[in-house]
Each structure stands twice: as structure tokens, then as C-alpha cells.
């Protein structure tokens, strides 16, 4: 990389981070903000590499965003007035074929009076969602509890055929653990694990001849993201500071950012996820065996607030369901839909997303840093760059990106431009220690945007993919793969290795369901 260009990469990236600061899907468009606990955060589907799951699927859809641990009395509970889906479309079309329904329910003991203490003769309830120790055997000192119930439905989400998905015994009620209040409540770090692993349950599926795996929970924020800095006036260079990442030789951008956990400033938060594992038989329909996902939020029109509100009747909800939040692949509802149109988007479905094209085929961020930094940058380099972000538009390489997957990766048999993230279920899971955190630009082609796995870098992509990194070769099994979508000359930074110098990677997860790791405790630890 030659010193212009790196210079020519340091304004851009300057201008360009703080549009990606959002990431992946926190808190991204201005009526979400005020509904955290339907805010989906981020979206993971991926062919299970845990060792003796192959064939199997893993979905992971986050929400809750930026729980601080400590975030007591009341933590983190999901709403059980929402309902929380994850669809898959198997067949092109942008619809779904399949959608997994969860519905939580919140309960106190004694038929919603709670847990209560003797004082002064009298009985009375106690404050706190517990009263002391909780494990996996025994959760009497718990004044709280959650549950949740899973629904398979084939066809439309709210017209088509629905199944209760059942547990080992038969029956329709899933547990969710109790959030990492901290180490005297559960003892350890190592005993809230044991805890939470009991309320991953088998399940059976109607329709699908193989049982699947299911979890609700907490778990540690697996997302990785230089925030805080960035909102500082961007005061880093962000740009690799060494020869590769992680060599720790000084090798890159003189001054460039190198890689380094503590500037992952969402590394002390958790979120709650559901996962679902399913074995791909079960999903893939009569399609290419390419399926695509997203998932949503829903409330009810309709809410009357209860003036003398309980536990159990804080308000009165009613009317169709609406759809507040929704979630495919990362970034798009930050960096590619416009302010006016972030909430629409939330609200809307894949099949309807012609009407966001020209947000993806003429994306405004490039135009408007172009239009900003062309002239001092010619000015201070001396040079006459015609054009510093792509000038290939309609913005093609994002469309594939984006809105219909790549041929022979990929793209679903029928194309409907569309917005989700798509997995080829037949492309092999590739074991953690080999993974690139890259996913298919780093030569992984079970990788991101094939599917999306938690170790796949997605913001570091994702810069350089707006800035062109489609428009040169790829280097996939030892050989450069030209796209063909744009090239070179279209992009001049599209090969600078931008950076946020957040880094994660598979060794940062589990590599057994659910694979996000244990969470943050609210103390100790």
C-alpha cells in the first residue's frame, strides 16, 4: 500500500467510522430506541461446526442490546407481550417458508404474589427477583422466572399451518435461566455455565424427522466494536498498523491502529439470545439448498396503559400484530437506509424491498464523502483523483452483496433481490481453528456473507466492502477470483485494509451450541 493511498484511506475511513459506529444493529433506527427488548441486535446462521453436528444449522437472533451486567434490580427480561420470530425463505421467492415463533411468559411464585419474609408479624414481598443462592437443582430463592413456548409455522407467519415445537418429554414450555446477577448469587462463573447449559433442551420439530437444540438466555456481547473512540472525533487512525493483523511488528500505516481487545468498547456488555439449531433436511425445501433468514420483532397495534397497574396486568394490548424491528444481514439499516425511511424498514418484509433499492444501487455515504474530502485531499496529496469512494453505479457489487447472494455461493435458485442473510447449507462448516474471521473475502467460503458465523469480522468487512474491496480479486483456495462486478479503476481505496482494530474471531466463542459465551456477571467473577 503506498503512502498515498493510505493517506488517501485515513480521510475517508475518518469520515466513514462513525456511520458504521451503530453496528451491527443496535439501537439503528429512531423508534427502536425506545423499545429495547425488541430490539434485534444482531442475526447469526451458520452450518454447525461443533464436532459430531454435521448437517445441523445454527441460528442465533440477539436482542436486548448493551445490557450492563450490574443492570439489577430488574435485568434483563424478555417482553411477553412481543412476539419474536425467525424466518427462513427456502425457495427464492422472498417470503417465508418457515418461521419459529417464541412467546415468553414472566411469573412470580405463589400465583404472582412472590416470594415474601416475616416482618413484625406480617408477610411481605420482598423486593429483588431472588433471595438468595440459585442452581441448576434448586431455584426456590428465585422470585422471578421466565419460560417461553416455540412454534413452527409452515407458509405465511400469521396465516400459514402452526405446530407446537415440544421438549424431551413431550411437553410445550421451554425454561430461560435467570441472568448472571453475579458470583455469590451462583457461586461462580463456572457453576452460572453449568446453570445455563441445563435449559438447553432437545426438541422435536413437527414435520422434521430430526430432533434440534434450543436455548433463551444471556450470554456475553459477542459483537466487536471500537464505539467509544470513534464518537471522540474518530481519534484513532483507522487503518492497519502492522504487516498483518496482529503481527505486532509496526509493518502497516505508520500510526495505524493495531489489533487489540480493549478497543472492542462493547466488550463488558451481554444480550440475550435465542438459538435454534435445526438440521438442514428440515429447512431446505425444494430450493438449491440455499436458504435465506432474518429475524423480527412484533407487538400488538394497539396499547392501553393500566392506571392501576399489577404485575401481572401492567396494560391492555390488542389488535394485529406490527412488526418494530427486523434483522438480516448486518449494517444495512445503519449505514445503507436513509434516516427517513430506518423506521419503514424495520417495519417492513424482504418481498417489499424494492422500494429501498436506490439506498443499495445509489448508496449516499459514498457520494457524500466523495463530495466532501475529493478536493482536500487532491489538495493536500497533490493529485487529480477523479473520484475517491466507487464510481461504479448502480452499485452492483452491493446488490450482490446485499440483495441476492453470489452465483455459486450464495444465490438461491430463484433470485429476488431481497434483503437477509442467505447460508448455502451445502458448503461444509469449517472448523473453528480454521476459520477466517474474514469469511469468504478471506478465502473461507463458510464464511460471511455466506451465512454469518460470531467469529466472522463483520464490521472490517463491511468497510472495506462499501469502499470497493469487491472490485479486485479475491484470493479463494490459493487462486485471485475476479467477481466481475466492477473493477479497480472504479475503486482506488478498495484494497486499503480498514480496520475499527476491534478484532474477533472464532477463538473468542464456544465451538458448542450455543457458541456465544457465558455472560458477564452483575458482580464477582
Known amino acids: 500500500m503506498s503512502i498515498s493511498t493510505s493517506k488517501l484511506a485515513l480521510g475517508i475511513a475518518a469520515a466513514l467510522l462513525p456511520f458504521m459506529a451503530g453496528a451491527s444493529s443496535h439501537r439503528e433506527a429512531p423508534a427502536i430506541t425506545r423499545m429495547p427488548t425488541e430490539d434485534s441486535t444482531d442475526f447469526y446462521l451458520f452450518n454447525s461446526y461443533e464436532t459430531g453436528r454435521d448437517g445441523y444449522v445454527t441460528i442465533l437472533a440477539n436482542y436486548i442490546?448493551?445490557?450492563?451486567?450490574?443492570?439489577?434490580?430488574?435485568?434483563?427480561?424478555?417482553?411477553?407481550?412481543?412476539?419474536?420470530?425467525?424466518?427462513?425463505?427456502?425457495?427464492g421467492d422472498a417470503v417465508e417458508n418457515l418461521t419459529f415463533q417464541f412467546r415468553f411468559t414472566n411469573r412470580l411464585p405463589n400465583d404472582n404474589r412472590g416470594l415474601r419474609l416475616p416482618v413484625g408479624g406480617s408477610n411481605v414481598a420482598v423486593p429483588l427477583k431472588n433471595i438468595g443462592g440459585v442452581t441448576a437443582a434448586d431455584n426456590s430463592n428465585l422470585n422471578f422466572r421466565e419460560s417461553y413456548t416455540l412454534t413452527v409455522v409452515r407458509?405465511?407467519?400469521?396465516?400459514?399451518?402452526?405446530?407446537?415445537?415440544?421438549?424431551?418429554?413431550?411437553?410445550?414450555?421451554?425454561?430461560?435461566?435467570?441472568?448472571?446477577?453475579g458470583t455469590k448469587t451462583f457461586g461462580s462463573v463456572a457453576n452460572y455455565r453449568t446453570y445455563a447449559h441445563s435449559f438447553v433442551s432437545t426438541t422435536t420439530i413437527p414435520g422434521c424427522n430430526m430432533p434440534g437444540r434450543v436455548f433463551a438466555g444471556q450470554r456475553k456481547e459477542g459483537f466487536a466494536v471500537n464505539l467509544g473512540p470513534v464518537f471522540d472525533l474518530v481519534n484513532f487512525v483507522p487503518v492497519e498498523g502492522d504487516s498483518a493483523p496482529g503481527a505486532g511488528d509496526g509493518g502497516g500505516f505508520p500510526?495505524?491502529?493495531?489489533?487489540?481487545?480493549?478497543?472492542?468498547?462493547?466488550?463488558?456488555?451481554?444480550?440475550?439470545?435465542?438459538?435454534?439449531?435445526?438440521?438442514?433436511?428440515?429447512?431446505?425445501?425444494?430450493?438449491?439448498?440455499?436458504?435465506?433468514?432474518?429475524?423480527?420483532?412484533?407487538?400488538?397495534?394497539?396499547?392501553?396503559?393500566?392506571?392501576?397497574?399489577?404485575?401481572?396486568?401492567?396494560?391492555?394490548?390488542?389488535?394485529?400484530?406490527?412488526?418494530?424491528?427486523?434483522?438480516?444481514?448486518?449494517?444495512?439499516?445503519?449505514?445503507?437506509?436513509?434516516?427517513?425511511?430506518?423506521?419503514?424498514?424495520?417495519?417492513?418484509?424482504?418481498?417489499?424491498?424494492?422500494?429501498?433499492?436506490?439506498?443499495?444501487?445509489?448508496?449516499?455515504?459514498?457520494?457524500?464523502?466523495?463530495?466532501?474530502?475529493?478536493?482536500?485531499?487532491?489538495?493536500?496529496?497533490?493529485?487529480?483523483?477523479?473520484?475517491?469512494?466507487?464510481?461504479?453505479?448502480?452499485?452492483?457489487?452491493?446488490?450482490?452483496?446485499?440483495?441476492?447472494?453470489?452465483?455459486?455461493?450464495?444465490?438461491?435458485?430463484?433470485?429476488t433481490p431481497s434483503e437477509m442473510t442467505r447460508l448455502n447449507t451445502a458448503i461444509p462448516a469449517v472448523a473453528a481453528t480454521a476459520q477466517s474471521n474474514f469469511g469468504v473475502a478471506g478465502g473461507d467460503l463458510a464464511g460471511f456473507p455466506n451465512g454469518r458465523r460470531p467469529g466472522d469480522d463483520t464490521v472490517d468487512i463491511a468497510l472495506r466492502v462499501v469502499m470497493g474491496r469487491l472490485c479486485y480479486p479475491l484470493t479463494v483456495g490459493g487462486s485471485n477470483v475476479d467477481l466481475g462486478l466492477c473493477n479497480a479503476g472504479n475503486a482506488p481505496v478498495g484494497n486499503v485494509p480498514f480496520t475499527d482494530g476491534a478484532p474477533v474471531s472464532a477463538a473468542d466463542f464456544y465451538t458448542t451450541f450455543p457458541y456465544l459465551m457465558t455472560p458477564l456477571p452483575g458482580a464477582g467473577g
Open 65 to 91: 442490546p448493551l445490557q450492563q451486567p450490574y443492570g439489577g434490580p430488574n435485568y434483563f427480561a424478555m417482553d411477553p407481550d412481543a412476539l419474536y420470530e425467525i424466518h427462513i425463505d427456502n425457495d
Open 255 to 415: 500510526g495505524g491502529i493495531t489489533q487489540s481487545a480493549n478497543n472492542n468498547q462493547v466488550r463488558g456488555a451481554n444480550v440475550t439470545t435465542l438459538a435454534f439449531e435445526v438440521h438442514k433436511s428440515c429447512l431446505t425445501g425444494s430450493g438449491n439448498g440455499v436458504i435465506g433468514g432474518w429475524t423480527s420483532a412484533s407487538l400488538r397495534q394497539a396499547r392501553l396503559l393500566n392506571p392501576a397497574a399489577t404485575f401481572a396486568r401492567p396494560d391492555v394490548q390488542g389488535g394485529p400484530w406490527v412488526q418494530v424491528s427486523r434483522l438480516g444481514m448486518p449494517l444495512v439499516n445503519e449505514v445503507v437506509i436513509g434516516l427517513p425511511d430506518k423506521d419503514r424498514f424495520s417495519a417492513s418484509e424482504p418481498r417489499a424491498d424494492g422500494q429501498f433499492a436506490t439506498y443499495v444501487t445509489n448508496p449516499t455515504l459514498p457520494a457524500l464523502l466523495d463530495a466532501l474530502f475529493r478536493g482536500p485531499v487532491n489538495q493536500t496529496l497533490g493529485t487529480n483523483i477523479a473520484n475517491l469512494a466507487p464510481n461504479n453505479l448502480p452499485r452492483n457489487d452491493l446488490v450482490t452483496a446485499f440483495l441476492t447472494g453470489f452465483p455459486g455461493v450464495n444465490q438461491m435458485s430463484r433470485v
Open 155 to 181: 407458509g405465511d407467519r400469521r396465516r400459514g399451518t402452526a405446530s407446537p415445537v415440544t421438549n424431551a418429554s413431550g411437553g410445550t414450555t421451554f425454561g430461560k435461566p435467570y441472568d448472571f446477577v
